[in-house]
């Protein structure tokens, strides 16, 4: 049979066939992509003719279409349905794609026609798109000599293997540490789909009539806050934070410590004082003295409110705290003080309502599309759901996939990734995919929300609708491809719509009598608002700082014990809580070492709220859930990708620069 990826898919929006793809046809496709793409990049490179916008940068702009075609599926088969054949031809595609760049971004024939352009007659997006070119070429390493260069090229080759490998054991890792349970009764306070949930899982993984508690990828797991055995909360809190850490072949300290090794060297190569210099020279932050700044300034309130919080969880427990009762405690004195039982509210946010009639509704009233279902475009895996969105004009704007459920072949945590991008120039319009990691009731059952997965729904879609509205020429622009640091702004904006009332009403609803939430329960929902800011904050803080200290070193100075090095930059940078371990330890922080681009950049979350905050009072002052505020931030905002400076986009938005009061006023840290 011909391999589906090598000619153009001929499903509705270039949605890949996937019914028909073989893992082999990646393989093939993947590297006649890279062939091709090399000989469009010669080809450029030996046109006689003098350099121009069309003949370099637009011929640069519509080369790799095929390499673009058969990779984009391939990593979304990596991220959310990777079988052992996909993972092998990962471990051994993964340093091709570090060579390509190199190839590309170290191609001096290429570089030379791109600095050679005249942009005098250029519109203002055609010209940042030189400009964006030559700022990659500079800081990949154009101007190292050949020893320079070759010795990058190594360091890159081995980060993206060691990369690789670090992310399949932490996918193993979180497989291996799922707490296997003998007795119902030691699940006593999970609710009873829960309690099935587990029951399933135990017989998927071959322990029938057992119970499996699995694991999501942060250190604090979801079932800490109802499980009332407090020896089974130890021994599940234990299994979490020591992922990745213990020894034997998931143990990932080591390839952590190489990685800031090679980035520490790189940096330096590339004529910066430390990795994070580098990263943050490429983000929408104007210096790293910015984000420790604002870091630094949030951590000693952030503390201060944890320790305020722990106060009062230690005179409802009635003994000594620890780590594993906080969410327990927590839960318990927002059930006694506040009145608000958050397993009680799962009922009222039902999956399918939540998307139909919350998030699909929200972007309706803001934004005036709509979601067809499309039962006859499939994705790669049985439960991932297509959807084709129209305008309000009824025009096709494009595709968006649903990928909800928790799976082996999975990767933990939540995320969006488009496969294919929004381009004027290309003629292509946005297939994008959300995927979360919710366990899956047994047939029949409905699935019932958390709170916080309820918030990742609409935050994943605020990402999604980044993708969709994308309205840019060039591809190098499209959606999401902005800086790491401003890229969760516009999904943060779209966790308002949660419990706004219009939207709340609409979705949440009990799945079985259809009663409404009870306006009393928002109202108390409301006044917990601020209620677990104090661990939430200083939990963020101490992964965002834990990254920092990594990626701050010289390569000298990377230690070669991982745990000890945690433990004393936490300390120092004034965030170690001994009951409140950071979101994401070392051995399990995939975001920094697992090739998901936050490496040096986690702080972008906290980055992106200022923005968040200020867009959240803009929406509030004009009115809320208006056509007109939906198409103004559409507009300013969410279509314009990286066509100009993003914060330039921020500013056309708000009117001004964004001040950092209304976080902190948000969180609690005034």
């Not at 120092?572 to 920094?592: C, D």
Request: aromatic letters at 10%.
């Amino acid at each position: 049979m011909t391999n589906p990826l090598l000619v153009p898919s001929p499903l509705p929006y270039g949605l890949p066939p996937f019914a028909e793809i073989e893992t082999a046809h990646f393989e093939e496709a993947i590297e006649a992509g890279l062939a091709a793409h090399l000989e469009e990049i010669q080809a450029i490179v030996d046109d006689p003719s003098p350099a121009t916008f069309e003949n370099t940068a637009l011929a640069m702009e519509r080369s790799g279409r095929l390499l673009e075609r058969a990779a984009a599926p391939f990593f979304t088969l990596v991220s959310a349905d990777a079988s052992d054949p996909i993972r092998d031809l990962e471990t051994k595609l993964s340093p091709l794609f570090s060579a390509h760049q190199d190839e590309v971004f170290l191609n001096r024939g290429l570089f030379e026609r791109f600095a050679s352009i005249d942009t005098a007659g250029c519109d203002a997006e055609s010209a940042r798109l030189v400009e964006e070119y030559l700022k990659e070429f500079r800081q990949s390493g154009i101007q190292l000599d050949a020893a320079g260069q070759e010795r990058l090229r190594a360091i890159n080759a081995e980060l993206a293997r060691l990369g690789t490998e670090f992310g399949q054991r932490v996918k193993e890792g979180m497989k291996s540490a799922a707490l296997l349970l003998d007795d119902a009764a030691e699940l006593a306070g999970l609710a009873p789909d829960d309690i099935a949930g587990a029951a399933e899982a135990a017989r998927a993984a071959g322990h029938d009539g057992k119970f499996l508690l699995t694991l999501i990828q942060p250190s604090n797991q979801p079932a800490l806050s109802v499980l009332e055995d407090r020896g089974v909360r130890r021994r599940l809190f234990k299994a979490s934070v020591a992922r990745g850490s213990g020894g034997g072949s998931l143990d990932v300290l080591d390839l952590a410590t190489s990685m800031g090794r090679l980035r520490a060297e790189k940096a330096v190569l590339l004529g910066f004082a430390n990795y994070a210099e580098l990263v943050v020279d490429r983000q929408t932050a104007p210096d790293f003295e910015s984000v420790q700044s604002m870091l630094n300034r949030m951590a000693p309130a952030a503390v201060r409110n944890a320790e305020a919080e722990a106060a009062a969880l230690a005179e409802v427990a009635g003994h000594p705290l620890e780590a594993w009762d906080w969410a327990f405690y927590s839960a318990k004195v927002r059930r006694e003080k506040y009145d608000v039982d958050e397993q009680a509210l799962r009922p009222y946010f039902e999956l399918d309502r939540v998307l139909e009639d919350g998030v699909f509704f929200a972007a309706k009233s803001l934004y005036g599309i709509t979601f067809h279902e499309r039962q006859d475009l499939v994705g790669y895996h049985p439960d991932v759901r297509v959807w084709e969105v129209r305008d309000e004009d009824g025009m096709g704007l494009g595709l968006f996939l649903g990928d909800y459920y928790t799976r082996e072949s999975k990767r933990g945590g939540a995320w969006m990734n488009s496969l294919v991008e929004q381009s004027a120039l290309l003629g292509t319009k946005p297939v994008v995919i959300n995927n979360l990691n919710i366990s899956k009731p047994p047939a029949g059952e409905p699935t019932l929300l958390t709170l916080d997965e309820l918030r990742t729904t609409f935050h994943e879609f605020g990402h999604a609708l980044h993708g969709l509205f994308s309205n840019v020429t060039y591809p190098r622009f499209s959606g999401t491809s902005v800086p790491r640091d401003f890229v969760e702004y516009p999904s943060q904006v779209n966790e308002m719509w949660i419990m706004w009332p219009e939207v709340l009403a609409n979705y949440a609803r009990h799945h079985a009598t259809g009663e409404p939430l009870p306006e009393e329960v928002v109202r108390k929902l409301n006044a917990s608002r601020l209620w677990g800011e104090g661990f939430a904050t200083t939990e963020y803080l101490g992964a965002a700082l834990l990254d920092l200290a990594w990626h701050v070193l010289e390569p000298s100075e990377v230690p070669e014990d991982a745990l000890e090095f945690e433990a004393k930059a936490l300390a120092a940078a004034g965030i170690a809580h001994p009951l409140i371990p950071p979101r994401y330890r070392t051995g399990y922080f995939q975001h920094v070492f697992a090739g998901a681009g936050y490496a040096a950049g986690y702080y972008s979350y906290i980055w992106s709220e200022v923005l968040d905050a200020e867009t959240v009072d803009w929406f509030t002052e004009n009115g809320g859930l208006a056509r007109a505020n939906g198409e103004r931030f559409r507009q300013e905002l969410l279509s314009r990708g990286n066509s100009r400076d993003p914060l330039e986009s921020f500013r056309k938005l708000r009117g001004r620069e964004a001040q950092l009061g209304p976080l902190l006023k948000r969180r609690g840290l005034e």
